[in-house]
């Protein structure tokens, strides 16, 4: 069964450093983009960035360049978003999910076909 | 960056009910690249539908999408009490891979 397991909640104060992992099993890690989605409460879906494991090629959203750093440690199949100073506004959830590249004919389709279950990060003085 | 704008805001709706969501694009967007997502309450999405109109695995016939160039639209046929949820496009043919607001399909 293909598994993407994300790590638990975490509650930090402002100004700290965090980095949250998502482990992939039951497919080949290093064959499929990791992309990160944040949720803010009540809000909607953010695409944050994408990571290609194999190579750890790298992509990020305007909004989150510079802001959060996205890494891979291909050896245990695990994703990584990380910051080195959280603020509030950081308070959301954080969904890990495998990017595919599947042929069709003469193309490509791209979509996000399997989910961690989120990683609630809370910040607050 | 392409801007994805979804309608309405919220659908009310009662089971049995066909829905109808749009997703307008910014730019357009070819139909490979548009996929459509479910989320309901404190879960992560769930996708239903791939390269505008194909099927994700295990996703009920009674969800159907079509569009092509900046207009798609999300159909279920008939709604089912666990189709009440939120509902997201996100489009692939261009960085950032931006979603939609979402819609939120509510019970009438």
């Known amino acids: 069964e293909v598994q993407l397991v994300q790590s638990g909640a975490e509650v930090k104060k402002p100004g700290e450093s965090l980095k949250i992992s998502c482990k992939g099993s039951?497919?080949?890690?290093?064959?499929?983009?990791i992309g990160w989605v944040r949720q803010m409460p009540g809000k909607g879906l953010e695409w944050m960035g994408i990571i290609y494991p194999g190579d750890s090629d790298t992509r990020y959203s305007p909004s989150f360049q510079g802001q959060v750093t996205i890494s891979a440690d291909k050896s245990i199949s695990t994703a990584y978003l990380q910051w080195s100073s959280l603020k509030a506004s950081d308070t959301a959830m954080y969904y890990c999910?495998?990017?595919?590249?599947?042929?069709?004919?003469?193309?490509?389709?791209?979509?996000?076909?399997?989910w961690g279950k989120g990683t609630t990060v809370t910040v607050s003085s | 960056e392409i801007v994805l704008t979804q309608s309405p805001g919220t659908l009310s709706l009662s089971p049995g009910e066909r829905a109808t969501l749009s997703c307008r694009a910014s730019?357009?967007?070819?139909?490979?690249?548009l996929a459509w997502y479910q989320q309901k309450p404190g879960q992560a999405p769930r996708l239903l539908i791939y390269g505008a109109s194909s099927r994700a695995t295990g996703i009920p016939d009674r969800f159907s999408g079509s569009g092509s160039g900046t207009d798609f639209t999300l159909t279920i046929s008939r709604l089912e009490p666990e189709d009440f949820a939120v509902y997201y496009c996100q489009q692939y043919g261009s960085s950032p891979e931006t979603f939609g607001q979402g819609t939120k399909l509510e019970i009438k």
């Open positions: 730019q357009s967007v070819s139909s490979s690249y």
């Open positions: 039951g497919y080949s890690f290093t064959s499929y983009w």
């Open positions: 999910a495998r990017r595919v590249a599947a042929a069709g004919t003469g193309y490509y389709y791209y979509y996000m076909d399997v």
